[in-house]
């Protein structure tokens, strides 16, 4: 385990000529809020010792070079919306919060691109493409809360990831700090190049590790003029997840492929204090198609109709599409709601193997007396299971809560799954990354980190122990 220097005062103070002496916190009642992400077990909550608020690329660096000099770990941080405890500042030192750079720089509508500071909302992102008739196509389900440079740093999928890909397909370049403290931009606006090594792919979902992400350039894409949302409502997970290969062998090509199951479906409209439809028995697979002509949309529509009735759906019907999809977004806070002590987590499986891996989740939850929910991007695979406490006493969840993870884990790795589709590793699961991945793998990862990231000081206990 490697030591780091506590920050002193003359650090604190160092700080404060670099960012101002308003963007320092050592207030230890305010530190509080920067001890964890939405990660609540407290395993991984740690309290830093200083939190600085950076307004510009120049800063960064100098803290960089200052965390170097005096080997303080630094843990960068934008909203604290992940589910990975990636943000937790796991050995104390500098949390380097990206909250005031928050600045649209430019949006081009002629050449389709757009520049952005890490801490801007991916919502915010996404209105001002829509202003100029252009889209963003990364749709993270926290979008409303979360910043575009986390959803970089952890390459975020979301609900339209089966079209249009994750985070790292929307950008054509980053500009970063390197954890040594140096300044300099990866990628390009290039529709291709062969030129060395795909730098910002590999810093593209590093969690934190190998770089700070202070600009991006991001892609933007013709916004479709015609969108439908269906509710297709299936008697079971296995009929609902047949249906996904058989839309995407027809050209149907939709952009969202949202499974919930019952238990989902019912927690979120508890929740929601909503009645939802064939709630009492009813799976659903929420498709949404984008289409340039109404023609277009309404024959599609008309297919996806036959298909689904032909294949087993008790219904497919024209949903209020503000309610149905209220309802998905709403499905870690109801989980919450229901039972603090939870773990989500967000397994990714081949799609064939969707619904055997989404009965074999549930029934492992069950057999270790806990409750297991479940949603999925269908299209892609990635489960999000959510583990309730059920009848574990609380006492005794965090032995449990790693049994059933080890089991959950051991099955997934088996049918050619890994541990996470979009939520990262963070300090959760870097000690099943340790026992899961190849270790020809690990070492690759590890010698990349150590080569960027001499002192270890960058996001140190994320993905990796600090060694």
């Known amino acids: 385990m490697r030591n780091y220097n506590q920050v002193t005062n003359e650090t604190v103070a160092a700080l404060k000529a670099i960012v101002g002496v308003k963007n320092v916190i050592t207030d230890p009642d305010k530190l509080v809020a920067y001890s964890q992400d939405e990660v609540t077990d407290s395993r991984y909550q740690h309290e830093p010792e200083v939190v600085v608020f950076p ?22 941080r934008g909203a604290g919306t992940g589910l990975a405890a990636g943000a937790a500042p796991m050995y104390g030192g500098i949390v380097l919060c990206l909250e005031k750079m928050n600045k649209i720089i430019e949006v081009n509508a002629d050449h389709m691109y757009m ?33 575009i440079g986390g959803n970089i740093a952890t390459n975020a999928g979301g609900n339209k990831a089966v079209k249009y890909g994750t985070t790292r397909h929307q950008v054509y370049s980053i500009e970063i700090v390197t954890p040594t403290g140096e300044i300099t931009e990866l990628g390009g606006l290039l529709n291709k190049s062969t030129s060395g090594y795909c730098l910002e792919q590999l810093l593209i979902g590093s969690e934190g590790t190998l770089g700070i992400i202070t600009k991006a350039t991001l892609k933007l894409i013709p916004l479709p003029q015609y969108k439908m949302d269906l509710l297709a409502v299936f008697p079971d997970a296995e009929t609902a997840i047949d249906i996904v290969y058989k839309l995407m062998k027809d050209g149907i090509d939709p952009t969202s492929l949202e499974y919930m199951d019952n238990g989902a479906v019912n927690v979120c409209a508890r929740y929601l204090k909503e009645s939802l439809p064939y709630q009492a028995e009813g799976n659903y697979l929420i498709i949404t198609i984008e289409c340039n002509t109404e023609d277009e949309i309404d024959e599609k529509a008309v297919r ?13 019907l024209v949903p209020d599409s503000k309610k149905i999809w209220a309802a998905r977004k709403a499905f870690g806070d109801a989980n919450r709601e229901e039972s603090f002590i939870h773990s989500p987590e967000d397994m990714v499986v081949p799609v064939k193997h969707l619904p055997y891996a989404m009965k074999e989740f549930t029934k492992i939850c069950e057999k270790h007396s806990a409750l297991g929910r479940t949603v999925s991007h269908a299209g ?36 050619g799954g890994r541990m996470s589709g979009e939520h990262g590793i963070g300090s959760k699961r870097k000690k099943w990354m340790h ?10 990862m590890q010698s990349i980190k150590k080569a960027m990231d001499p002192n270890l000081i960058l996001n140190p206990g994320t993905i990796f122990e600090a060694e």
Not at 55 to 76: C, D, F, G, H
Not at 306 to 316: D, F, L, R
Request: glycine share 6%; net charge negative.
């Open 55 to 76: 307004e510009s690329v120049s800063q960064i660096a100098e803290i960089m070079k200052l965390a170097n000099r005096e080997l303080i770990p630094v843990t960068p």
């Open 115 to 147: 520049v952005v500071e890490p801490g801007v909302k991916t919502e915010d992102v996404q209105k001002a493409a829509s202003e100029v008739g252009l889209l963003y196509a990364g749709d993270p389900s926290s979008g409303d809360n979360c910043f």
């Open 304 to 316: 996806i109709d036959e298909i689904c009735n032909a294949n087993g759906a008790i219904a497919t």
């Open 380 to 415: 892609d695979g990635n489960v999000h299971l959510t583990i309730l406490q059920g009848s574990i006493p609380a006492e005794e969840w965090p032995r449990k809560i790693d049994e059933i993870l080890h089991e959950l884990l051991e099955f997934t790795y088996s049918i």
């Open 435 to 444: 026992k899961f991945t190849d270790p020809v793998q690990l070492k690759i």
